[in-house]
């Protein structure tokens, strides 16, 4: 799945350091790493595995539910992400988004962060396993007898 897709990750770099809310995407397991930067004194930043919203509005809506503290985001941006979960991290997409965490002064943004991609590769694995092993897949091809 890797090798197929190229991602310049200093292409990404500006939105990563600049959006309020960044909203990574992957495909396969129909989930969104949300994470929102914005804080304040009662309340750091946001880090979390969340559903697939069926547009930007309803993804602001969520978000409003969420974190009804803060007013609309003046900047969000989604990146698709086709790559494994891990690559996130080999890339280095994942330390620029927990610098920007750690500078907020919550460091606890970037352990939720840590457990939201423990989570998602658990679920990477246990898509990849239903995959082999045909749970929730049907065959395109059967076997000729």
């Known amino acids: 799945m890797d090798s197929d897709f190229l991602i310049d990750v200093s292409e990404m770099r500006d939105s990563l350091v600049s959006a ?6 992957f495909p396969l397991l129909q989930k969104v790493l949300l994470i929102d930067t914005r ?3 009662y309340e750091g930043p946001m880090v ?35 790559k494994h979960v891990e690559t996130l991290m080999s890339l280095g ?12 002064g919550h460091e606890e943004a970037v352990e939720e962060g840590v457990k939201a ?29």
């Open 117 to 145: 991609l423990k989570k998602l590769r658990r679920m990477e694995h246990n898509e990849v396993v239903s995959a082999i092993t045909g749970n929730g897949y049907e065959t395109l091809w059967a076997k000729d007898e």
């Open 48 to 82: 979390k595995v969340a559903n697939v919203a069926a547009s930007m509005e309803h993804r602001l809506r969520a978000l409003r539910r969420m974190r009804p503290r803060f007013d609309r985001p003046q900047t969000v941006t989604l990146v698709p992400w086709p």
């Open 20 to 25: 309020e809310v960044i909203s990574i995407f």
């Open 93 to 104: 997409v994942w330390e620029m988004i927990a610098e920007r965490l750690r500078a907020t």
């Open 39 to 41: 804080h304040d004194e």
